[in-house]
Nanobody, 122 residues
Framework: QVQLVESGGGLVQPGGSLRLSCVAS????????MAWYRQAPGKQRELVAS???????????NYADSVKGRFTISADNAKNTVYLQMDSLRPEDTAVYYC????????????WGQGTQVTVSS
C-alpha cells in the first residue's frame, strides 16, 4: 500500500512563493508519474504539473499552461519525494493541492494524498 503525505501549504500574498512537498511511503515502482493537481472551489480538479520517472524519457516534466514559468516540479527519488516550487503566486492559484502518484507494475495503479490548502490573498 502506498501513502502520500503533503505539506507546505498556507497563506501567501500575491507575488509570493510556496514550496509543497509530498512524501510517498510504501513500495514505489521505478516506472511512475508523480504529479500535483489542484481543485478550486466550484471547479474540477486539474493537473498542475507532472514528472515521469522511468525508461524511456525519464525525468520528463509537463506543466499546465497557467503555471508555466512560475511553478517547478522536481523529485528526489531516493527520498520518494516530489516537490512543487510555486513562485509569482496569483489569487487564482488558490486551491487545494493534491499529490498523485501513478505506478506501473504490469498495470497502472493510482494513489492520492489528502491535499493541502494554498491560499493567495492580500
Amino acid at each position: 500500500q502506498v501513502q502520500l503525505v503533503e505539506s507546505g501549504g498556507g497563506l501567501v500574498q500575491p507575488g509570493g512563493s510556496l514550496r509543497l512537498s509530498c512524501v510517498a511511503s510504501g513500495n514505489i515502482f521505478s516506472k511512475n508519474v508523480m504529479a500535483w493537481y489542484r481543485q478550486a472551489p466550484g471547479k474540477q480538479r486539474e493537473l498542475v504539473a507532472s514528472i515521469f520517472n522511468g525508461i524511456p524519457n525519464g525525468n520528463t516534466r509537463n506543466y499546465a499552461d497557467s503555471v508555466k514559468g512560475r511553478f517547478t516540479i522536481s523529485a528526489d527519488n531516493a527520498k520518494n519525494t516530489v516537490y512543487l516550487q510555486m513562485d509569482s503566486l496569483r489569487p487564482e492559484d488558490t486551491a487545494v493541492y493534491y499529490c498523485n502518484v501513478k505506478m506501473f507494475g504490469g498495470s497502472w495503479s493510482d494513489y492520492w494524498g489528502q491535499g493541502t490548502q494554498v491560499t493567495v490573498s492580500s
